[in-house]
């Protein structure tokens, strides 16, 4: 198993409150897949998302990367997180450093910048078409090319596994299924193995080859859909018009409609 997630839980203490944002998540992801973590705002997909990047300790459980601990915390943990990428919503390129500055940025800070992994930061630039724009700043491009040159820096140190945080939400509609399309392929390209966080079922089911679906705070994982073969083996924009694709989505809306009416209703519900 090259991700599992061990009956994890989570609360935010404050002062005054304590906010449980998960409870007891177990799962597990194979290398090379690529799995969505859908379900409502507040749900608790971001909470898991930074405690598997190393952000967030969490309170109970582990997560466990190629059989080596990222929690709890111990020797072999800062060497697998290192191996971990994360992508944003926001680009989060910095406004005062180049396209290639920023692009460089990940190497520099794990110290493996070289001729070679240069080479291949700028290549993968160019791949994803973003070739002449090296020595832009951030602000001379359109918000889907920030949004490019954000994929090339977060796969530029090479990571093994993929965090992505609802990357396509603060675009327009058609840059979004542009870049979901990009995203996939070159996912698939470099047989990488990727995470998403959205609460948008479309894009999930484009995107993944398997759902994970929480219920309503405090996060819990409610149910897994497998995505068929049909759907799962085309890139985004083909498998939204398959007919398999309008069923899926009336099934997971439907299930998602009895969470939020009651959450007691889904299979692992406390008693
Ligand atoms: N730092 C924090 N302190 C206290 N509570 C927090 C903190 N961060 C998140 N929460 C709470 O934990 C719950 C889960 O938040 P989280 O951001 O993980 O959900 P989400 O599913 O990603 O939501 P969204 O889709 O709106 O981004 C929410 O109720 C949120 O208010």
Redo the contacts with the bound molecule.
């Keep these: 198993m090259f991700l599992s997630i061990d009956r994890l839980s989570h609360t ?1 203490f ?1 002062k005054t ?1 304590a ?1 449980t ?1 998960l409870d007891d998540v177990s799962l597990s992801v194979e290398k090379g897949e690529f799995v969505s973590f859908l ?10 998302l ?1 405690i598997i990047a190393g952000l967030i300790e969490p309170t109970e459980g582990s997560v466990r990367m190629e059989g080596r601990p990222l929690w709890p915390n111990g020797t072999d943990a800062p060497a697998a997180r290192r191996a971990v990428g994360y992508m944003l919503q926001q680009d989060c390129l910095f406004p005062w450093k180049t396209i290639e500055e920023n692009i460089l940025l990940g190497l520099k800070m794990t110290r493996t910048l070289t001729a070679q992994t240069k080479e291949r930061a700028l290549a993968l630039l160019a791949e994803i078409g973003l070739a002449g724009v090296e020595s832009y700043y951030p602000s001379q491009l359109s918000g889907g090319m920030r949004q490019r040159a954000a994929l090339v820096r977060t796969l530029a140190t090479d990571p093994k596994l993929l965090l992505l945080d ?1 990357p396509f939400s603060a675009l327009d509609q058609q840059t979004k299924l542009k870049l979901e399309e990009l995203v996939w392929k070159t996912l698939k390209q470099y047989e990488k193995t990727a995470v998403l ?1 959205t ?1 948008d079922i479309e894009e999930a089911i484009a995107m993944s080859d398997r759902i994970f679906l ?1 219920s309503p ?1 405090p ?1 819990r994982l409610a149910k897994t859909f497998v995505i068929p073969d049909d759907l799962r083996g085309r890139p985004p924009l083909a498998a939204r018009q398959h007919p398999a694709f309008s069923a899926l989505f009336q099934s997971i809306w439907k299930e998602m409609e009895a969470l939020e009416s009651d959450p007691s209703t889904y299979p692992g519900a406390a008693q």
């Design positions: 935010y404050t409150t906010v944002a379900g409502p705002s507040g749900c608790g997909k971001t909470t898991l930074s609802e966080v609460h929480f705070r996060g």
